[in-house]
């Protein structure tokens, strides 16, 4: 079955600095990977993802993800980190079975 | 542009009733899901449809039934709330089931006493 790990709970990083989330998967398959974010009291919203093709990523609100085939990694970076970036980022895989996987979520704060 | 839409957005149940959480997208998706998000556990599939008249059983679906007569909604019934249903509950649709990124709605939050 399809599984997706975010190691870390919390990822603090000041503001202008920059910002990586991580994920790993494990997917029987090509994988098809995403990330979304969640701020209070709302639904997820979709950032980017890799289907297939560029193992560079780049999505919305000046965020990019980049595909490592090799060390089954998706990591999720911001060259410069805003406090309003601060908010729960969760990483799923969907594999050949069409079902959506999404780890249990990083909280991103964002230090003035 | 509404998107996916779910109702309510919060409710409190007594041990043992049953209520439905309504979805609805006006995407045209085929591709209808529902999740549950609980603390340090991130979000959980309970049931989806491929389409209307077809529906599956996700990771938890005990507790749960699910129907889909329309492309567009896609109701969760819980049949006899518990405690352990205490959650908030996404509903989420995508173009197709594989490679296009799905939409969320708003999320219920649910308490059951």
């Known amino acids: 079955a399809q599984s997706v790990a975010q190691p870390e709970d919390q990822v603090n990083v000041a503001e202008g600095n920059p910002l990586t989330v991580k994920c790993t998967y494990s997917?029987?398959?090509?994988?098809?990977l995403f990330w979304y974010v969640q701020y209070p009291n709302r639904g997820l919203q979709f950032l980017l993802k890799?289907?297939?093709?560029?193992?560079l990523v780049k999505g919305s609100y000046g965020f990019e993800a980049e595909f490592n085939k090799s060390q089954t990694s998706f990591h999720l970076k911001k060259p410069s980190a805003l406090v309003s970036d601060s908010a729960l980022y969760f990483c799923?895989?969907?594999?050949?079975?069409?079902?959506?996987?999404f780890g249990k979520g990083n909280q991103v704060v964002v230090i003035p | 542009n509404a998107g996916v839409t779910q109702t309510p957005k919060f409710q409190v149940l007594k041990t043992g009733q049953s209520m439905t959480l309504q979805c609805a997208q006006d995407?045209?998706?085929?591709?209808m899901s529902w999740y549950r998000q609980d603390p340090g556990m991130g979000l959980r599939l309970i049931h989806y449809?491929?389409?209307?008249?077809?529906?599956d059983q996700g990771e938890v679906p005990n507790g749960y039934n699910v129907s889909r007569s329309t492309t567009e909604d896609f109701p969760l019934r819980l049949l006899s709330a518990a405690p352990s249903q205490t959650s908030v509950y996404f509903c989420?649709?995508?173009?197709?089931?594989?490679?296009?990124?799905?939409?969320f709605g708003q999320g219920t939050r649910l308490t059951v006493v």
């Open positions: 997917v029987s398959g090509n994988p098809y």
């Open positions: 995407m045209n998706h085929e591709y």
């Open positions: 890799y289907i297939t093709g560029d193992n």
């Open positions: 449809s491929v389409g209307a008249g077809i529906t």
């Open positions: 989420a649709s995508s173009y197709n089931q594989l490679n296009t990124e799905a939409f």
């Open positions: 799923a895989v969907r594999d050949g079975n069409n079902r959506l996987a």
